[in-house]
């Protein structure tokens, strides 16, 4: 008795080489990635929510910047959900008065200010040390892990505290110590990727032909590394954003005036009792946030894996009845 598979033929997105650089692989264009996707509801859903909180940081302040700074005693402490007092007080006020709304919106911007830069930062030059270091390796090599060393044998946000507490907390001061941080991740992948593909055979005929070690680097060991690059990147987004919203609930943050979302949260850990929304709205857009881009890193994973973009090529609906159909098969 033989049993049918609904079988879904699948379009390759990408030609297949046995060996990187033996043949050249077709990149997926913009179109293939917008349906990879869209094949993924889950990771559709987060990569809309991380655009809404991008666009919100963006313009948002513009729009609702004043409303965010002003005072009104008479509604202080208002109740969320109530259209009572405003559309812009949906969300409940502060001890002062000043919307909530607002002012998630306008923290919005000092949360991403900070963590986009650290991120980048980190990631260009912990990449190009790390590529560099695994390409020549050698002492060049030892120099660069060494250092990677020192710098993960301290905490990192207990070496955040540190260097906060004796200088003035400033966003400029939280992107340096957390972009300082962050680099012996981004130097540790890189020099193990790069160190691996340094002995592959398309490396060893760009020197036969002559090509430089920064030509290499450039436009041979930095393409195949940077998928992995950048889901570390979109991981690595979420803690920093995490430690921004740390440092600030511990004081040695964002100073007021400036408002993020972790500033928002200790501000209003006194008033947990008789106003929970002061803290629980901020920790909502952090835990929100978080979690899509650590989804959408996943997502991202895949898709950029030739040997797993497959998974997104097929609709879910198809692909979750082909694999209830596989494990009734003796």
């Known amino acids: 008795m033989s049993t049918q598979l609904d079988l879904v033929p ?3 997105t990408t ?3 046995g060996e990187a650089g033996e043949g050249k692989a077709k990149k997926p264009g913009r179109a293939v990635w917008f349906r990879l996707l869209a094949n ?12 809404l909180v991008f666009l919100t940081a963006l313009f948002g302040p513009m729009l609702l910047g004043h ?10 402490n208002q109740a ?15 001890p002062l008065g000043r919307s909530m709304l607002a002012r998630l919106i306008v923290a919005s911007r000092t949360t991403l200010s900070v963590a986009i830069p650290a991120v980048v930062i980190s990631a260009v030059v912990g990449s190009l040390i790390g590529m560099w270091a695994g390409y020549y390796r050698g002492w060049r090599e030892t120099v660069a892990m060494r250092v990677a060393d020192v ?4 905490p990192s946000l207990l070496l955040a505290v540190v260097v906060l507490y004796v200088f003035s907390p400033s966003a400029a001061n939280i992107v340096a110590v957390l972009a300082l941080t962050r680099i012996p991740v981004y130097l540790r992948t890189a020099r193990a990727e790069s160190a691996e593909l340094q002995s592959r055979l398309f490396v060893d005929a760009a020197r036969t032909f002559g090509a430089s070690a920064s030509s290499i680097i450039g436009r041979h060991v930095l393409p195949i590394v940077l998928p992995t690059l950048l889901t570390v990147a979109t991981l690595d987004f979420c803690y920093v954003m995490l430690a921004e919203s740390s440092l600030s609930f511990l004081g040695i943050g964002i100073q007021p ?23 629980f709205f901020p920790g909502l857009a952090i835990v929100i946030t978080t979690v899509s881009a650590t989804i959408l890193a996943a997502w991202a994973r895949i898709a950029t894996d030739p040997g797993q973009r497959w998974r997104l090529t097929v609709p879910q609906k198809r692909l979750s009845r082909f694999a209830k159909t596989a494990k009734a098969l003796p």
């Open 257 to 279: 005036p400036d408002v993020s979302w972790g500033l928002m949260v200790s501000q209003g850990r006194t008033y947990l009792n008789s106003a929970w929304w002061l803290s």
């Open 67 to 76: 409303v965010a700074t002003t005072i009104d005693l008479d509604n202080s």
């Open 151 to 154: 710098i993960m044998s301290f």
């Open 15 to 17: 030609a297949i080489v």
């Open 40 to 51: 993924d509801r889950v990771g559709a859903c987060a990569a809309v929510v991380l655009a």
């Open 10 to 12: 699948v379009k390759p």
């Open 80 to 94: 969320p959900f109530t259209l009572a007092h405003g559309w812009a007080n949906v969300l409940g006020t502060d």
